[in-house]
């Protein structure tokens, strides 16, 4: 029950807009006077407000296998990498990714995931439940709306130029019930399950003083279960461009899709 109240609180959140009254005329702030509350809301309204922009993610996993087999190297290890642009409210996201070698085309709007291999013409696609949560975007707003309602539990560090507000949870029914939705905007394979033995998540959001745009979100995961032990995921996403007006086509060859 604890569980399902959880995932209804999140979704609960998504269906609101949250007001508030720090504006992101980031020209003209004197972040010296801001007090940490005023702060830590300007960066989550940055993030809130992204419309468009370049995107590119770098994600690494590294874990030990509690019993490999015979031969098999004890050590599991995964990287992705993609850049691409995206186009928010409506969504859309198109770019390629790097996984095991091989380049592949991506597409993905509130509907479906499009994929295809880079030296081939042919798309496949496939519906996913709630896929709005797995699109390479690096943080879902979902994920924003929620962060707004704990800004007391929030973190703040600056840089000369930049702001960065710090997410850290160790709840794994928490994790369990919501890893979509503040970690499948990484296009990862990490999730957390109640029955892990210890997990941790931390997020951390960073803008630019200058024009208060978002720079980057990174993304950890730490854990141990009964198949792998020293579970350790990063995900770094960087923008570029962000609200400057790109606009996402939809590529062509898309319409007569092989669905998996």
Known sequence: MKSVFKRMFIFVLSLLMIATTVGCNA????WGKLSQEEKIDTVLQSFERMKN???HIVNTMNAEKVSPKEGESPIWKY????TGTFE???DHIVGKYLFDGKVSDYYCDRM??????????????RRVDIVHYKQPMGIHQDAILYLQTIKDQLKLSEEDDTVTVHYEADDLEFLDAN?????????NIYSFAKGDKSGKLTIDLTISKDDCTPVSVTITGQGNNDYYKNRDFV??????????GIHVDVPSGIENPIYD
């Open 27 to 30: 020209s003209q702030k004197n």
């Open 53 to 55: 922009g370049e995107i």
């Open 79 to 82: 990287e992705l990498e993609f």
């Open 112 to 125: 479906c995931v499009y994929e295809k291999k880079e030296t081939e013409a042919q798309w496949t696609t």
């Open 88 to 90: 928010l409210r409506p």
């Open 235 to 244: 995900s770094k996403t960087t923008f570029s461009k962000v609200n400057s």
């Open 179 to 187: 890893s979509d939705r503040l970690t499948g905007s990484t296009l």
